[in-house]
């Protein structure tokens, strides 16, 4: 993004505190960065941490700005948008919306139409530089601006665009909502371990290692991970049994079935979100 655009956020929370942190570390000035939320302790401790300009104020935060980040809730998203659509309007500034579930269209009816608007699922380890994100981007919307919106994103991880919208509640179900699957491997590797005997404290460091050790090679290697995987199985050895015992437990049609109950968790949500205001 040109260090010279200024960009407002409309919510403080995690996300846009990842996001912000990531634009910092990349050169963005926060001279030009605007923050708004309703809590001034939050925006207080946001400006004392990055040096951004806060308000309480949603129409004053995007009347200053060239690109408009909603990341409020789903579930004020109407009010906010409804709420600040007389001063975008006006100004017609990009509009990026993180929140899950809430389709374009509805966004830029909310906003009162015809804005370039682009829809991010992004995840938590952004928060930490490794986030994975999908992008869409509605027909209003230039190169330039698309360009501008995938350096924020690649900042804080991964920021791959798709051309369907309908595609982001497969992303929602992937790199959205994925963190928390691997949160759960850890989590059941760490109980086994330590019901086996190792130190909780441990059994969590070598989960966790193990997890990342294992992303960053399949990341890296040239091979697919059913490969990689094959690699680690001595015939005959211990991870031929376990890998055997998951098989044979129905894992992989366990992950298909929780992928498609969040994917169609994330299109129930979208019609409820439209439906409701
Ligand atoms: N968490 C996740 O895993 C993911 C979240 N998202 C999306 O990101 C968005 C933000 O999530 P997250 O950062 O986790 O949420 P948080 O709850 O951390 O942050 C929400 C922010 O919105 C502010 N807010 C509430 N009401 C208003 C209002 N009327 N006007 C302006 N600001 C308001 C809150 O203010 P205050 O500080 O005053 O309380 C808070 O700063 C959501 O739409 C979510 O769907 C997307 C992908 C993953
Ligand atoms: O669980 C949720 O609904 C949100 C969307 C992706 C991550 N958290």
Redesign the pocket.
């Known amino acids: 993004m040109s260090n010279s655009s200024t960009i407002s956020f409309?919510?403080?929370?995690?996300?846009?505190s990842a996001i912000i942190g990531g634009m910092l570390d990349n050169g963005y000035q926060a001279g030009n960065i605007w923050v708004?939320?309703?809590?001034d302790s939050?925006l207080q401790a946001l400006r004392d941490r990055f040096g951004v300009s806060v308000t309480t104020d949603?129409r004053h935060c995007a009347q200053q700005a060239d690109t408009v980040v909603l990341?409020?809730?789903?579930q004020?998203?109407a009010?906010?948008c409804r709420d600040i659509a007389p001063v975008v309007q006006n100004t017609r500034p990009l509009m990026v919306s993180?929140?899950?579930?809430l389709g374009s269209d509805t966004l830029d009816s909310w906003l009162g139409g015809g804005l370039p608007l682009v829809r991010v699922?992004?995840?938590?380890p952004s928060l930490v530089g490794k986030g994975a994100a999908g992008l869409f981007a509605n027909a209003a919307v230039t190169a330039e601006q698309k360009t501008m919106v995938q350096s924020v994103f690649e900042s804080i991880g991964s920021a791959l665009w798709v051309d369907d919208e309908e595609q982001l509640h497969g992303v929602t179900a992937l790199s959205?909502s994925g963190?928390a699957y691997f949160f759960l491997m850890l989590e059941a590797l760490e109980a086994a371990a330590t019901e086996a005997g190792i130190a909780p404290k441990t059994a969590r460091e070598l989960a966790i290692q193990t997890m990342a050790g294992a992303a960053e090679m399949a990341a890296r290697s040239e091979h697919d991970p059913a490969q990689l995987k094959r690699n680690v199985m001595s015939p005959g050895g211990t991870t031929e049994r376990a890998i055997n015992t998951f098989e044979d437990g129905g894992m992989r049609d366990l992950v298909q079935k929780a992928y498609n109950a969040a994917f169609e968790r994330s299109q129930e949500m979208s019609k409820e979100l439209a439906d409701k205001q």
């Open positions: 409309i919510g403080a929370g995690n996300m846009a708004s939320a309703p809590d939050h949603n990341a409020v809730k789903p004020v998203m009010e906010v993180i929140a899950a579930g699922m992004p995840n938590t959205g963190p």
